[in-house]
């Protein structure tokens, strides 16, 4: 596997902060209705709050990181296009605002991303060019299109706008929390790939504890968060149906966030993660891809302790039928 520190990609110009959360919020209310807070019983009798990030437009939370960045872009920049790196959802939010926004759109995608998500993107006007995860650099391919075109990268995480962008899923959750849980939220449990969303979410919820979630194997915030340092995920990552959680590493500029604010992230199996889509779909009535479910994954599995205003983010709900179909029949 090729070096997956991010060595080669320019430094964000600034650093994420609260009141872009709220600037980024005002733009989402603009566009698009809250997505819903279901209250969720467990198995042992608590209430936990699930926030369907599922049921946006493009299927996942990343359309608000995306909308946010390239609604800032000036004229000159739109007219360059914007170049993004993406398994498969911030793709869709990248294409998904880029058509609204009239502007051309590039994704670097994995070669074994799923069919419905590289279906979705090129139906969205994006042209994609592919890679092998495990053999190549998506950053290095992103760095040299921009080079070449002129175009903006808007990294699928590692971007102070995309942070904030995805922090109005934090300031949502907040008002949402207050009116039907009865407070704010005291955990947000959230997967957790490169770190965008957590940070987000630890800028929005700044009295909240925020508890990244990733897949076995791809832990590689909580091992840095754990290590005070970043780290790489290990020469062998296992297989892993969670796609969209597949990051090489943090970026510095997600790390500073998460670690000021203290977060402590935990890791989850692939069973566990299909326990999870399974419940989801039984209890809520709601399609969960597998990275999309990893939180929910953890608090079942008694991995994150939960109280009354414990909220989960569900963020995306881009899945295979035929996969979601035998996850959901036992079919592991």
């Not at 008002?175 to 965008?196: D, F, L, N, Y």
Request: proline share 8%; net charge negative.
């Amino acid at each position: 596997m090729t070096n997956p520190i991010p060595v080669d990609l320019p430094q964000p110009e600034r650093a994420p902060t609260r009141d872009g959360v709220l600037r980024a919020s005002a733009k989402m209310a603009e566009l698009l209705p809250p997505t819903p807070l279901l209250p969720l019983d467990l198995p042992d009798g608590a209430t936990v709050w699930c926030k369907a990030e599922s049921l946006q437009p493009v299927g996942a939370f990343k359309i608000r990181g995306a909308w946010h960045r390239m609604t800032d872009l000036d004229a000159a920049e739109r007219a360059s296009g914007v170049v993004a790196v993406s398994s498969g959802n911030h793709a869709q939010g990248v294409a998904w605002a880029a058509r609204r926004l009239g502007m051309a759109a590039t994704i670097v995608m994995p070669r074994d991303a799923p069919a419905v998500k590289l279906d979705a993107t090129r139906a969205l006007g994006a042209e994609i060019v592919l890679y092998d995860r495990m053999a190549e650099s998506r950053d290095a391919i992103a760095r040299d299109l921009c080079q070449r075109t002129g175009a903006v990268l808007v990294h699928a995480y590692g971007d102070p706008w995309v942070i904030e962008g995805q922090g109005s899923t934090g300031t949502e959750l907040m008002a949402q929390m207050e009116r039907q849980a009865g407070g704010a939220p005291t955990r947000v449990v959230c997967p957790c790939g490169g770190g965008g969303l957590a940070a987000g979410l630890a800028l929005a919820c700044a009295d909240a504890d925020v508890v990244p979630v990733e897949p076995e194997g791809w832990d590689d915030v909580r091992r840095s968060l754990e290590a005070g340092r970043i780290l790489p995920i290990g020469a062998n990552p296992p297989r892993t149906a969670c796609d969209a959680l597949q990051t090489p590493c943090t970026f510095p500029v997600n790390f500073a966030v998460m670690q000021a604010h203290g977060l402590r992230a935990v890791a989850v199996s692939e069973a566990e993660v299909r326990a999870a889509q399974r419940f989801a779909l039984a209890k809520l009535r709601l399609v969960v891809e597998p990275g999309g479910a990893a939180a929910l994954a953890a608090v079942l599995a008694g991995k994150v302790a939960v109280d009354a205003r414990t909220a989960i983010i569900l963020s995306g709900g881009n899945v295979d039928p035929a996969t979601f179909a035998a996850v959901i029949a036992g079919q592991d």
